[in-house]
């Protein structure tokens, strides 16, 4: 099962100790360690990365950042970007928006940007910082721009980052007002937006875009289980987000 994260460490544990070299499974093991809390076997596994220093930094980064070592996270990356340039950038970037520090993701986010400019999914890095200081005008007119630079196959990406922007401001009807736009084009890009409307606890509008989501869906069982806690049920809630 996707979701089963004990079997799924435990198999990542054999995977890995046969094939230290797959970063994928390391990342993903680290995953595994931090979602099902096993915070003594996730230091163990940074305890025996370290000896192999700045090659192995991405994979000691996220091991830091799931035990919530924010602090020591962002020296470390800080350290691998001097000694390996900016090709760890997005490690430290990483980093500081874990520990809420979007000011400087934003600089970093420019940065990146500024190298390939013709890589516009760079700029979802500058309005996601944006938002994260409560700049949500300026995050908003940033996407409003990324959409003038893109084309038409990333129009119902950027809508959702809208109406996802929109929510910072904690207002559900500037979520609603990106959502039935997109809602009327591509119901299905807009229908997870569900979930973000019953968080705002609009959940008249979001049940009129629940519809779209496709049955046992990691957003389905998301909707389910807030629809199921405003409506009292807190042992339904439960039950679904046990199931996510």
Do not use: F
């Not at 809390?37 to 000691?60: F, I, K, W």
């Not at 039935?180 to 119901?187: D, N, S, Y």
Request: aromatic share 4%.
């Amino acid at each position: 099962e996707l979701n089963d994260w004990p079997s799924r460490s435990r198999y990542l544990e054999k995977l890995v100790a046969v094939r230290p070299g797959d970063e994928e499974a390391l990342s993903a093991l680290i995953e595994g360690l931090g979602r099902t809390n096993r915070t003594d076997g996730l230091r163990a596994l940074l305890a025996r990365l370290e000896p192999q220093g700045m090659g192995r930094a991405v994979a000691r980064v996220e091991g830091l950042l799931w035990l919530g070592e924010h602090e020591a996270a962002i020296r470390l990356a800080r350290q691998a970007v001097v000694e390996r340039g900016d090709e760890l950038l997005t490690t430290l970037r990483l980093a500081l928006e874990a520990a809420g520090e979007y000011a400087e993701c934003e600089a970093i986010g420019r940065r990146e940007l500024a190298a390939q400019p013709a890589q516009v999914a760079l700029r979802y890095r500058v309005d996601g910082a944006l938002t994260g200081q409560g700049r949500v005008r300026e995050a908003l007119r940033w996407v409003d721009e990324t959409i003038r630079l893109t084309d038409s196959t990333e129009v119902a990406e950027l809508g959702w980052r809208q109406a996802q922007i929109a929510a910072a401001t904690g207002r559900p009807e500037r979520v609603w007002r990106y959502a039935v736009g997109l809602q009327a084009t591509m119901p299905k890009a807009a229908a997870p937006l569900a979930v973000t409307l019953a968080l705002l606890g609009d959940m008249a509008h979001a049940e009129l875009l629940a519809p779209g989501l496709d049955l046992d869906s990691q957003y389905a069982l998301e909707y389910a289980a807030l629809k199921s806690w405003r409506a009292g049920d807190t042992a339904g809630a439960l039950a679904a987000l046990a199931k996510a």
